[in-house]
C-alpha cells in the first residue's frame, strides 16, 4: 500500500484511540532478546545471559514469522533488547514483520554501539529491504570516562561514536541519534547533570570531528529520564525510595531538559515537536508523579516480551498472557486485559505511572489537545 495510504490510516487509528475508541494497536515494543555485553550499573538486562536457562525459551524466527503474520495490523514497532543486533537473526525478525504488516512506517531500534561492523551491516541490509522508515538511537551516557564506567565496558564510548558515525553514513543525519540516560550519575561525579550533557555534547563532537565527521546539533540529542522496571530492565530492587534518589536528583534532570530546551535547534520538524512536548511533560512528571498526558497501553501500543509474554508496557509488570497460547494474536490477550479493567487502571493511573519515551510518543500522538497545550507551554 502507499504511504501516504498507510500514514492516512494511522492518522485516523490515532484519532480513534484519542476518543477512546478501542481498536487494534498500532505500535508494538518487541523484546528481540535479553542478550547483551553491556554490563550497565542502572540496568540489570545484561545479567540475564549470565543466568542459568535466563536465555531459554526465547521467540524462534518461526515464532516471530506467526506473530507478525497473525498481527499484520502493526504500523510502527520499536524492536529492543538486550542489545537487539546480538540476537544473530535480527534483521530476518525485522524483515519478518515487514513482510506481514502492509502498513508498517516506522522501524525503530536502540544499540549499546559496541560491535560496529556487525551494526552497520544489519542497518545496510535493513535500509536496503525495509519500505518503512529506519531510526536507529545509539546509547552514550556521559563524556569518555563516565559513559564507560556507567556502561561497564572499557573504551565504551568510542565504539559508540564509530558506530554513530558509521550508521549516520548509512541512514542519513534525520535516521539517528544520540540518546542520554539521566540515571546513575548522582553522587558518580562532582558535575550536575546539566554540566554532564553539556560535557557528553562536546565530547561526542570533539570524537566525530577528531574523524573527519561532522559534528551533532541539539536536535539529536534524546534526553532519557530514568524509571525502573522488574520484568524488563530487571533493576526494581536498586531503585531509591522515589525510583530518583529524592528531590534534589529530580531537580538536577528537570534542569538538564530545560538546558537541551534552551539550546538552538534550526528549522521546523514534526519530531522536533514531539521532543518539545516530550521534554515539557517530563518536567511535569519530575515535579508531580503525572502528566496531563494520558497513556496510551493497551489501546494503541502493546508490549511483547522476548519469551511470548505480554504486558501493559515496559514497567508494569503485570503479565497478561503468552502468545504461545492464542496462535500467537496480540488482541486475544489484550482484548481480555481491557475486558477486566487493566487498561481503565492505565487511563486512570492506577499502574506504576512512568513518561518513557516508548508510551510518551504514541501518547502524545493520542493526545492532540493535551499534547498542543504541552507544546505551548514548553
Known sequence: MSTLYSWSRLAVR?????????????????????????????????????????????LSLDEV??????????????FTGGEPTDRPDFVHVVQAFAAACPDLLLVHFPTNGIATKRITETVRELRATLKARLVVTVSIDGPPALNDRLRGIRNDFAHAIN?????RRELGPEHIFVGMTLHGHKGSTGSTSSELVEQTFAAV?????????????WDALHLNIPHFSSHYYGNAASADADGFGGPAHRAEIAAALRLAASKPKPG???????????????????????TSIACSALLSTSYLSEKGEVYPCTIWDKPLGNVRTTGYALMPIITAARRDGVRRAVAEGKCPNCWTPCEAYPAIGASPVRSLLALAHG
Request: charged letters at 25%; proline letters at 4%.
Open 14 to 58: 490515532t484519532a480513534a484511540a484519542a476518543v477512546g475508541v478501542e481498536s487494534t494497536p498500532t505500535k508494538l515494543i518487541f523484546v528481540v532478546t535479553k542478550r547483551c555485553h553491556s554490563r550497565c550499573v542502572y540496568c540489570d538486562i545484561w545479567k540475564v545471559k549470565d543466568t542459568p536457562g535466563g536465555l531459554d525459551h526465547e
Open 65 to 78: 514469522r506467526s506473530v507478525a503474520q497473525a498481527n499484520p495490523f502493526l504500523q510502527w514497532i520499536d
Open 205 to 217: 563532537n570533539e570524537a566525530l570531528v577528531a574523524k573527519n565527521e561532522a559534528p551533532i546539533g
Open 268 to 290: 521546523v520538524s514534526g519530531m522536533r515537536a514531539v521532543e518539545r512536548i516530550y521534554r515539557a511533560e517530563a518536567l511535569r512528571y519530575l515535579a508531580t508523579g503525572r
Open 163 to 167: 558506530t554513530f558515525a558509521a550508521v
